[in-house]
């Protein structure tokens, strides 16, 4: 890999993105990185740290998964449009696509519906690719985008195209994947989440955003983390490129009491799964509640990159 032309584009995606949040109103924060409470993610566990202040006492605390919950805080203050470019560290990653520690973009909009998120999100992409190129054509893995034509498809489309599963009938889930080349054999037939993770990542996820650059959005509810519901769909989106996640965006969840029913179970689940019982954040939930109505997205640039550079791992 030429790092020159790496550090070059990282420079110019960095400074376009910055440039793009000061023309459109937004002012970029900067929160803290050790936090004494983790962030609460289905799937996603933090770093711990252990600590000494001047008093020597040991203290424990959390490497920020996502600056989400200060960042939340202060938007319930100020209540206007703010952004943030941080690193951020997950525990049990590893991979040509996943870091221990890398640098994500985070951002939320005052009065924005999850259709005027994704066109901001759409704008991002369309600047960072000029930043270096001068046009908004890219090439990555063999083929040619247009990051100013995006396609887009509700979870409930995105499944029946390419695997003609009904998400709502486990049944129809279960038998596609009993049937399938990879057989599954030990799947739950009645545990919906897990069918539908299991056909989410090995048969649907790799083609999105493999023929044009795609949303994904309105999720079942089960799967909404901290979104808006309405009726039985999560006001969420996902956006990819050619297979590649690089964007998760949400209406967000204004509802402190709901808000601490979903962080409750999300401490239930990590106490089964590994034995730690965390502790939730009192300031962020109440926080929760004056929160202007917003929608808000994190983009991971180290993906963007890797997309934008046509590169085989983040960097």
Request: a neutral charge; charged letters at 30%.
């Amino acid at each position: 890999m030429n790092l020159y032309r790496f550090y070059i584009g990282k420079h110019k995606v960095l400074k376009a993105i910055r440039k793009y949040f000061e023309l459109t109103g937004a002012i970029e924060v900067i929160t803290d990185i050790l936090r004494n409470y983790p962030n609460l993610d289905s799937n996603i566990y933090p770093l711990e740290v252990e600590y000494f202040k001047s008093d020597g006492k040991k203290r424990l605390g959390y490497l920020h998964t996502s600056p989400e919950y200060e960042m939340k805080i202060i938007l319930s203050k100020i209540k206007r449009d703010i952004y943030q470019i941080t690193k951020v560290f997950r525990n049990y990653e590893g991979s040509k696509i996943h870091k221990t520690e890398f640098l994500m973009l985070e951002w939320y909009r005052v009065d924005y519906e999850l259709d005027d998120l994704m066109e901001d999100t759409k704008n991002i992409f369309i600047q960072s690719a000029f930043s270096i190129y001068k046009k908004t054509k890219i090439k990555f893995n063999g083929r040619e985008y247009d990051l100013s034509n995006w396609e887009k498809l509700t979870v409930e489309e995105a499944f029946y195209r390419y695997t003609k599963v009904d998400i709502y009938d486990k049944s129809s889930m279960y038998n596609f994947l009993k049937n399938s080349p990879l057989k599954h054999s030990n799947i739950n037939p009645d545990d919906w989440e897990e069918l539908f993770y299991t056909i989410y990542s090995f048969y649907v996820e790799n083609n999105l955003g493999r023929d044009k650059p795609t949303f994904i959005y309105n999720y079942p509810k089960e799967l909404g983390a901290l979104s808006e519901v309405k009726g039985n769909i999560a006001k969420r989106f996902e956006a990819y490129i050619g297979g590649v996640e690089l964007v998760n965006g949400y209406q967000e969840l204004r509802d402190s009491r709901l808000l601490k029913e979903i962080l409750q179970q999300d401490i239930d689940k990590k106490y089964r799964e590994t034995g730690k019982r965390y502790n939730l954040d009192i300031d962020f939930i109440n926080s929760v509640k004056d929160l202007p109505k917003c929608s808000g997205a994190s983009l991971g640039v180290d993906r963007l990159l890797m997309v934008l550079l046509d590169l085989k791992e983040i960097v």
